[in-house]
């Protein structure tokens, strides 16, 4: 009995279309949020008020953006499912036709080898599949993409909690020897004074 095998070829010819997973809004926002990683050292305060904003601004929007990834993973499972009883019908079709022209010749029907190889790999270069999968992966890297922000903020806080430790602790020192100094420079100016009395004494009693 021969076998027949099966080729694996897109059942549609529909073009693929071009998934942006980012918006320029999104886009832009990125841009913003990574330009505000930046800490002045001389607007410590300023950077502190900001933080908890940029945080929440990047966490939110990541939030937004997984939920979507997660949306696209679902599309990519029901693209799949749609193209996969695409194919068994178009198959099934097939082999009722070899079936038929089988009996007529009165031959033996052939029987397709690697059927579900040749299920998934025809799933593979299905366009919807194709454009799901696309959206998923790029949606997929937006995530990263944020996820990584929100990290650097969360170090950002650390870095700026260390800076204000050391800004405090420079000011105290700072003051701390202005008042010595203060101190020692009073000192001598007494003895200085005390010193120019006694000498005006002495010349009084000659």
Same mark, same amino acid.
Request: no cysteine; glycine share 4%; proline share 2%.
């Given at each position: 009995m021969q076998r027949e095998r099966l080729t694996a070829k897109p059942l549609r010819s529909k073009p693929s279309k071009s998934s942006v997973a980012m918006s320029d809004s999104d886009i832009k926002l990125l841009e913003d949020l990574e330009d505000g990683l930046q800490i002045?050292?001389?607007?410590?305060?300023?950077?502190?008020?900001?933080?908890?904003?940029?945080?929440?601004?990047? %966490?939110?929007?990541?939030?937004?953006?997984?939920?979507?990834?997660?949306?696209?993973?679902?599309?990519?499972?029901?693209?799949?499912?749609?193209?996969?009883?695409?194919?068994?019908?178009?198959?099934?079709?097939?082999?009722?036709?070899d079936a038929r022209a089988a009996e007529k010749k009165k031959s033996? %029907?052939?029987?397709p080898e690697n059927t579900v190889q040749a299920i998934e790999a025809m799933?593979?270069?299905?366009?919807?599949?194709?454009?799901?999968?696309?959206?998923?992966?790029?949606?997929?890297?937006?995530?990263?993409?944020?996820?990584?922000l929100k990290e650097a903020f969360q170090q950002r806080s650390y870095v700026l909690k260390d800076l204000v430790s050391l800004y405090i602790a420079n000011y105290y020192s700072d003051k701390s020897e202005g008042s010595a100094g203060s101190r020692v420079r009073t000192h001598e100016a007494d003895n200085n004074?005390?010193?120019?009395?006694?000498?005006?004494?002495?010349?009084?009693?000659?």
């Open positions: 002045d050292e001389h607007a410590l305060d300023e950077a502190l008020q900001q933080q908890p904003d940029l945080f929440y601004r990047v %966490s939110k929007h990541l939030a937004v953006l997984t939920s979507r990834r997660d949306a696209a993973k679902m599309s990519v499972a029901e693209a799949e499912a749609q193209a996969d009883g695409l194919i068994r019908r178009e198959i099934q079709k097939q082999l009722d036709v033996g %029907s052939r029987r799933k593979r270069l299905d366009p919807d599949v194709q454009d799901a999968m696309d959206d998923f992966l790029a949606l997929n890297a937006a995530v990263g993409q944020f996820g990584a004074r005390k010193g120019m009395a006694q000498e005006r004494a002495r010349r009084v009693t000659r």
